[in-house]
């Protein structure tokens, strides 16, 4: 146990509180259990003799251990573990692990990710939708099949091919899902962005990939609100002149809208009328690193970055973290609110390689009531239900209550990812939700298109910590001289060794500057993500915000998190964005709140947000300025752009606002008096 009692500058001074623990019926039955029982058999049988497999796997922390102390071997078994479907896999597990990056990941396979995903073809459901309006749809493995085999043969027949980029801006329903895996199919590149990401962001992002095909959805519904799309697709279209191929999908199949003023405009129903009776694929044989899926940086101080994402990498990294660090089954259901503008939907989507049912949901978490999410779990028998920190922030502060209102006997566990997940929320969710339930903050990013540090359903819930490395990342925490620092003390995290999932590139970059620069020019050779962290005595993590918005007033580096945590329980505050100011040869902290409606922030109220900073926090942490605000800006993907707000107050241009989704509200920061 960590000890009690040390200064901010150490360990945290509350002692760790568990709040849940798997019943031992459920470590037993866990994929984790499986895992290591197939490690231990294989060890004895000898299928293996030439990876070393430990006699003793059983202690907590000596799976990870052995995971990054024999990569090769990790990396390989799990390979087998998963049952990757490949047409070779090759003897060679990684070439060039000395080079960071640079190093190469099972060069001889070959394999194609869809057919992995697809590799089921029964009547089990592999996707049920929702959206605001109560519709419901499903597909099963078998329709999902047939489908993508439709649209590969469109795709081929517009000339399609291997590299080329397939682009979408569609919302999240099951036709995203299968354009995606009929690009990959064949061996383009897919990317996509949600439909709330207005025409410049979407031409910032997909414009730089130039891409042969773009799958758009005519419209959508968020908040009660039809929102009509078809303007700004025939706007893209016309800004992107490599598109051949615009494929439109109507929000409302019976009552298309038209799409006679975009150019190379086809309706979904006509692109593939011609190949409605084709029920086979032929799967491109594609190498490990091959490019798959291309995201995207937020872009708030640039053209957003583009990071290409390997098949390979891509599938067994997601496979490791569903099967064994989420213990997702057959017989399950797995849910994550997201949009396809986030990197949790390329997450939730492989899913599918583990033949469970994925739940989608398209619109406002919030409409058309508080609790129609927990109304889809309840109903569909939801038992992993993926989400933000920012939503249950926000639930709590409306009076969600599901374990007053539903019943939820399959779900077993909570993800929550996007922002640090308050220690007060860890409370919320076994006050309100379940007691009896995993909850794992997860976090990594859209950089390495899975996660650094995530859930353990074998081991204890302790209170505002994550609960584990995700195993093979060598995942360490720095000090600003390169030094990994005691457990307990905050500082950068890093990760010291290649892992699969590495992006293999940034998209027109060819001698690889930008991609070195922006994770390996601060400690050579060792991938330092921008997170400050602790790691505990116990293995857990404790996230303490992004470094790059640490704040250092006096000298004293302290992380944003420990200020959210605090403003974001009174119960006048909305939400909250804290930045440094610099001032009179030094840098303050300011505090920006937006309050509930009618509300107007006073003396009462700042000297209150203070005393309980200072109680709970340090000094150092209590901001000399608090001001209100009626909106804080956000990055398309939903992220507070604390960026964005610096700059602005310092009076410095923001280079891409059309990178953030609500750019008029950074008028709400300039020209302050109290900034004087």
């Not at 209590?622 to 602005?648: F, H, L, Y």
């Amino acid at each position: 146990m960590s000890e009690p009692g040390v200064s901010e500058q150490g360990r945290s001074s509350e002692e760790p509180k568990v709040l849940w623990r798997p019943s031992p019926e459920r470590v037993a039955t866990a994929n984790l259990t499986r895992f290591r029982a197939w490690l231990r058999d294989e060890r004895e049988s000898g299928r293996h003799s030439g990876h070393h497999i430990p006699e003793s796997l059983d202690v907590s922390g000596e799976l990870y251990r052995w995971s990054v102390e024999h990569p090769f071997d990790f990396w390989w078994l799990l390979w087998d573990f998963c049952d990757v479907v490949a047409y070779e896999k090759g003897d060679v597990t990684v070439e060039h692990f000395d080079r960071m990056p640079g190093a190469k990941w099972f060069p001889q396979a070959r394999l194609n990710f869809a057919k992995n995903l697809l590799r089921y073809r029964d009547d089990h459901l592999a996707i049920i939708s929702w959206d605001e309006r109560g519709r419901r749809g499903t597909l099963t493995y078998a329709e999902l099949f047939v489908q993508v085999a439709q649209v590969a043969a469109a795709l081929n027949e517009a000339g399609v091919v291997r590299g080329d980029r397939v682009a979408a801006y569609m919302a999240n329903v099951p036709e995203t899902i299968v354009a995606m895996l009929a690009a990959a199919s064949l061996g383009a590149v897919w990317s996509s962005c949600s439909p709330d990401f207005g025409v410049q962001a979407a031409h910032d992002r997909l414009g730089q990939i130039e891409p042969r095909v773009l799958f758009a959805s005519d419209g959508y519904l968020y908040n009660g609100k039809p929102i009509d799309c078809t303007e700004r697709i025939a706007d893209l279209a016309q800004r992107i002149p490599s598109l051949e191929k615009v494929v439109v999908v109507p929000f409302d199949a019976a009552s298309p809208r038209s799409v006679a003023h975009t150019r190379n405009a086809v309706l979904w129903s006509n692109f593939i009328g011609a190949h409605e009776s084709v029920t086979e694929i032929q799967f491109a044989r594609l190498t490990f690193d091959h490019p798959l899926y291309i995201l995207y940086s937020s872009g708030t101080t640039g053209l957003p970055k583009c990071m290409v994402h390997g098949a390979g990498g891509t599938l067994l990294q997601h496979m490791k973290e569903l099967v064994l660090h989420t213990d997702v089954r057959r017989a399950d259901r797995l849910f994550y609110f997201t949009t396809c503008g986030w990197m949790m939907w390329n997450w939730l989507v492989s899913g599918l390689a583990t033949g469970a049912t994925l739940v989608l949901y398209d619109g406002s978490p919030f409409a058309p009531n508080d609790v129609v999410l927990w109304d889809m779990a309840e109903q569909e028998g939801v038992s992993i239900f993926g989400t933000s920190a920012k939503y249950l922030a926000l639930a709590e502060k409306r009076g969600v209550r599901p374990r007053e209102t539903q019943k939820l006997p399959e779900l077993r566990a909570i993800l929550s990812t996007g922002s640090t997940l308050l220690p007060e929320s860890y409370d919320y969710v076994y006050r309100a939700i379940k007691t009896d339930v995993c909850v794992s903050s997860i976090s990594g990013g859209t950089d390495i298109v899975s996660c650094f540090a995530l859930g353990n359903p074998t081991q204890p819930v302790v209170r505002g910590e994550l609960q584990t490395r995700g195993l093979g990342m060598s995942v360490e925490v720095f000090d600003s001289q390169g030094q990994s620092v005691a457990r307990g003390e905050k500082g950068e995290l890093v990760c010291t060794m290649p892992f699969p999932s590495m992006p293999v590139g940034f998209w027109n970059d060819p001698d690889g500057a930008r991609y070195r620069a922006a994770y390996f020019e601060h400690y050579p050779g060792v991938w330092r993500h921008g997170d400050w962290v602790e790691l505990t005595d116990r293995g857990t993590m404790i996230f303490h915000g992004r470094s790059d918005a640490t704040l250092n007033p006096g000298g004293v580096r302290i992380g944003t998190a420990e200020i959210y945590r605090r403003v974001e329980q009174i119960e006048e505050v909305l939400e909250s964005v804290v930045v440094a100011q610099r001032h009179e040869g030094d840098v303050r902290v300011v505090l920006f709140v937006r309050l509930r409606d009618g509300l107007t922030l006073d003396d009462d109220l700042r000297d209150r947000i203070r005393r309980d900073i200072r109680k709970h926090a340090s000094p150092h942490h209590v901001p000399r300025v608090i001001a209100q605000v009626n909106d804080i800006p956000r990055t398309v993907s939903g992220k507070i752009s604390e960026i964005a707000v610096t700059r602005v107050i310092h009076g410095e241009p923001v280079d891409n606002r059309d990178a953030l989704a609500n750019p008029e509200a950074l008028g709400e920061f300039e020209g302050r008096p109290e900034l004087v």
